[in-house]
């Protein structure tokens, strides 16, 4: 057939065909969901978000430092957190934790899970302060029998140590940490494929029931002192004599008393709070500061009931430590958590 008389090939023909071809493999591969993966989009760092990272780390060193120095003279008697190496590594949790996370959100890694921390952390930290502020300055208005150190005391008279100033400006500069990153958290640019939604619901509802149950078990002392069981040497009668121990969390007065109450209710907030934030390691960092937080004072409890002979580990201070362990749980499910995939549509 002469050139002229050729008819191009139809749609359905030839080029056309595989045209059509293209067209629905390119029509396949745009109705295919994407695997619901943790795929992580970071954009650039901003300053407030490196200057909340540097405050902790300030916070986390200055904390550490305080440890070592005397925390308080209390009737004469000097209290050191840091006796020996367990006294130590325990006082160290909550300093340590902060300085690692701090380090990390200073050179940009993961911002937001450092900036929720530092954020949960600050909430945490205001109720702290308080009490810290009551025992070195309004403790001896109503003396009282304390625990302080691991040491059982009576606050008649109270001289603050370099130790009580340091741990009183740590717990500033992490508040003052948290101020920083609630501004920077807008700013910071961080997301992923949201494979933790489904499960958050179910992952708020443990993280408050924990929360509630660590409020019940602050209420009372970690470690308190044991009654005593008295023989009447004349009738052979045995009668049971009450001894006085440590104020619990609500017992005390004032600032100590209101610190105490933010301290519950910032609790229980930010287990609320923690399991929603975006993205997947924004709610890692939530609940991690709220797990060092339980284990802090779970294991404070037992290194008080350790400490001397006169304090016995109570079912609140053992309910407390397990707490503690359960949060860092769920901090671990939320940082391990990865969706199913979706079903591909051809």
């Known amino acids: 057939m002469p050139a002229r008389d050729r008819v191009p090939a139809t749609p359905a023909e030839g080029g056309g065909a595989t045209s059509a071809r293209r067209g629905g493999a390119g029509r396949a591969r745009a109705v295919t969901p994407a695997p619901a993966t943790a795929q992580l989009v970071v954009g650039a760092v901003p300053v407030l978000a490196r200057l909340a990272g540097l405050l902790l780390v300030l916070a986390g060193l200055v904390g550490a430092v305080a440890v070592f120095p005397t925390y308080l003279v209390v009737g004469g008697q000097a209290l050191r957190f840091a006796t020996g190496p367990l006294d130590a590594l325990v006082a160290l949790v909550g300093p340590g934790a902060t300085l690692v996370v701090g380090a990390g959100l200073l050179l940009g890694r993961v911002p937001r899970l450092g900036l929720a921390f530092a954020a949960i952390g600050a909430v945490l930290a205001v109720g702290r302060l308080l009490i810290e502020l009551y025992r070195g300055n309004g403790s001896t208005t109503r003396p009282a029998i ?87 040497p004349a009738t052979g009668l045995e009668t049971v004599v009450a001894t006085e121990g440590p104020q619990a969390l609500l017992e ?3 600032l100590a008393l209101l610190g105490g109450l933010l301290l519950a209710g910032a609790l229980v907030l930010c287990a609320v709070i923690a399991p929603s934030l975006r993205p997947r390691l924004g709610a890692v960092g939530g609940l991690l500061a709220l797990a060092v937080f339980l284990l802090a004072a779970g294991l404070a409890g037992l290194r ?43």
């Open 252 to 254: 005390r007065p004032g």
């Open 146 to 232: 304390e625990v302080l150190a691991g040491e059982r005391v009576l606050t008649s008279s109270v001289e603050t140590g370099a130790g009580w100033v340091l741990g009183v400006v740590a717990l500033a500069l992490t508040v003052l940490a948290g101020l920083v990153a609630i501004a920077a958290w807008g700013r910071t640019v961080m997301d992923d494929a949201g494979s933790l939604d489904p499960f958050r619901p179910a992952l708020a509802g443990a993280a408050v029931l924990l929360s509630v149950a660590a409020v019940l078990c602050l209420a009372l002392p970690a470690a308190d002192v044991p009654d005593r069981v008295v023989v009447d």
């Open 304 to 346: 008080d009931a350790l400490h001397g002979e006169a304090l016995e580990w109570t079912v609140p201070g053992a309910g407390l430590l397990v707490l503690g362990v359960g949060m860092a749980g769920l901090t671990l499910l939320a940082w391990r958590w990865r969706a199913g995939t979706p079903p591909t549509q051809g």
